[in-house]
Structures are given as C-alpha cells and as structure tokens.
C-alpha cells in the first residue's frame, strides 16, 4: 500500500517545511519584514497541505489494516470489518480529492483583506445611484458573514444621493477569495427615478477589488508624491466643512491619484489615502509579474460600458445573470439584500473546475 502514497510526497514536503522555517528565523534575525511575511504566508499554506496529507496517509492505512483482517474474518465480524474498510476507503478518497484541490496553484492574494472601489459609469445620475446600491449590497453580503469587517474608507456623494465613487476594506478570512470575483462591470436595467416617462433604462457602475497590500509589499519613495489638500465637498461641490482637512496624492512614477475626505482630520485622511494607494501599486506589481491574468482592475473596469458587463440586474424580470459562467437566478431583491453566495461559489467552482482540468492536462501531457 506504500506505493500508492508515493504521490503525497510527505518527505519533499516536510523537507520544504523545514527549509522556510530556517529561512523564517533569517528574516527575523535580519529584520527583512518583507521576506517575514510573505514565508510566514507560504509556511501557513503548506502546514494545511501538510495535515492533510498526512490525513489521507492514516486514511489508507486504516483501509489495509482492515483488509487484512477481513482476510482473517468471518461472519458477523467480517461484517463488522467490511464496514470499517468501507468508511475508511470513503474518506481517504475524500482527503485525497482536498488534498489535490490544495495543491493547485493558489492565488498569491489569497490571504490578504481587500479594498474595493465602486464608481458610477454610464447612464448619469441613474449610475450613481447604482453604485450606492451596490455599497449598500456588499455591505449587507459582509455582515452575514461572521468574522469579516467593513470600514468605510471615503465616498462622494451625488447631487441625487448616489455614489460617484466610494471605497471600502473588508477584513476576515476568505475575504478575497469571494470578493475577487465582484471586480468589473455591474449592469442595471430599471426604471430610474430619474425617468419621469417610466421607461427602463440600462446603466452600469464599476467595481474594482484590490487586494490590500502591507506596509512591507510596496516600497514608496516620499519624493514621488505630489500631495495636496483641499475644503471637503459635498454633492453640487457645496463645502462639507471649513478646513482644508481633505487630501489627494499623486503618484508621479504611475499617474494614479488618490483622494480622501471623509475624515475631519488630514492626517486621517492621509493615511486612509496611502492605503488605497499602496494596494493600487501592489496591483500593478502583481500585473507586470503576471501579464497574462485576467482579475485585475485593468481588465475589470475596462470602459465601464454597459456592452462589457460581469452581471446584469433586471428589475422587471427580477432576475441577475452572471455572464461568466452563464448563471441565472429570479431572486433580484435577495440578491441586493447581500445574498450573493449561490453566485460567488458558482465562481469559485468554476475556477476550481479550470485549474483542476489544466493540471490533468499537463500531468498528461
């Protein structure tokens, strides 16, 4: 039965184990946080793959074991051992199927929070209106999970009560494994308020999920910033308060510009602004590291056309369609109440179909 364990590779892996626990302690004792947190990311994931492993290895064991005593039973205690073979070959093949799935490539954002963007696109007022919808989605969708957090990071509010952008961080496990997939355009169909003749119109806003990047991912040189700071607004431009309490940040090696104003303080603001700026430039590290992938915001925002859309909302029909995997539900009010997890582990089924076919493929191969 030892050779059909061959495949876990139970030496190899503890081996690699050893070796990032040595590398570890060199990054402490060298002070290097970067290289700290990023084998501390990599020691975590293969302790998992680890104990699972050697799960499935004492799952095959109690299989031969009990054939060997079915050979030597009879009877009542033949039975008896039967089923013990049986529960033990279930669930080593279970353990088997979950320890293939960990050893997929995995998606180097995994265990990070995220910051996600929302921003009003085509259809005028009605899209800012959208976007304030779909805040107010993702925000129910994260209380109905226990041990995630919300923090609202800024907003502009529209003339109507919308959001021509807004930008917020959710904290948890699993985070940006199920947030990941919200990235690109969301399209509505509805009649607008905005629509005195009741006809339906079609608008869209864009989503952006960035994965939130540590002070040690994104090295920032202070001397590429251009920061500046201004009297908050509200909708219509009016001043929110009397102080230039409001910050803006550009980053001149890129040109990407973050602002900041819903705090009273600058020095708040600012740093809610660094935040966002860093998982930005973290984004863009991980696009030129990877040119060929395709959830990044670059890809996920694209026009904001309404033709280029993740999902569409119908109001009418009740109905949301995920494009991607071609899902359909009439459930449109549920939906918005934050129910989005029939669609979101749809994705991740769809994704987990892809990588393990590609892996089949090139084991073949």
């Known amino acids: 039965m030892a050779a059909s364990l ?34 501390g990311r990599r ?18 064991d109690d299989a031969e074991a009990a054939r060997e005593l079915l050979d030597a039973s009879a009877g009542d205690e033949a039975e008896e051992v039967a089923t013990m073979l049986a529960t033990a070959s279930q669930r080593a093949a279970e353990l088997e199927e979950q320890l293939k799935l960990l050893l997929l490539p ?13 921003q009003g696109a085509e259809g005028g007022e009605e899209a800012n209106i959208w976007a304030r919808d779909l805040f107010e989605m993702y ?18 509010d529209s003339d109507m009560g919308g959001f021509t952008n807004v930008t917020f961080a959710v904290r948890g496990p699993g985070v940006w494994r199920a947030l990941k997939f919200e990235g690109g355009p969301h399209r509505v169909q509805r009649v607008p308020v905005t629509e005195s003749q009741g006809r339906v119109h079609t608008s869209s806003a864009t989503v952006s999920v960035l994965p939130e990047a ?24 009016q001043s929110v308060n009397t ?27 600012r740093a809610k602004a660094m935040r966002v700026l ?29 033709s280029e859309k993740i999902r569409t909302y119908n109001y009418k029909e009740s109905r949301v369609t995920d ?29 987990r179909e892809e990588l393990l076919a590609a892996s089949t493929g090139g084991a073949g191969a």
């Not at 930005?280 to 056309?305: P, S």
């Open 323 to 351: 494009h991607r995997i071609g899902l359909t539900m009439y459930k449109l009010d549920r939906v918005l109440a934050g129910e989005l997890d029939e669609f979101i582990e749809a994705l991740q089924l769809s994704e």
């Open 243 to 269: 102080t230039d309490s409001a910050v803006r940040i550009t980053h001149t090696p890129t040109g990407l510009v973050v602002s900041m104003q819903d705090e009273k303080s600058q020095i708040q603001n």
């Open 214 to 237: 540590e002070d040690v991912d994104v090295e920032i040189d202070q001397s590429d910033l251009v920061i500046d700071t201004f009297r908050s607004s509200g909708p219509g431009g």
């Open 139 to 156: 925000r129910a969708y994260v209380s109905a999970h226990s041990g995630w957090a919300f923090e609202l990071l800024g907003s502009q």
């Open 106 to 118: 995995t998606d180097p954002n995994d265990a990070r929070d995220v910051i996600v963007e929302i």
């Open 278 to 306: 860093r998982s930005r430039l973290l984004q863009l590290q991980q696009e030129a590291q990877a040119a060929d992938q395709a959830a990044h915001k670059r890809d996920q925002v694209k026009g904001g056309g309404r």
């Open 6 to 39: 061959d495949f876990l590779g139970l030496e190899s892996l503890e081996a690699e184990r050893a070796e990032l626990e040595r590398r570890l302690g060199e990054g402490i004792a060298g002070g290097d946080r970067a290289l700290f947190a990023d084998l």
């Open 43 to 60: 020691l975590a994931r293969l302790g998992e793959i680890i104990d699972v492993a050697h799960a499935v290895q004492s799952a095959y």
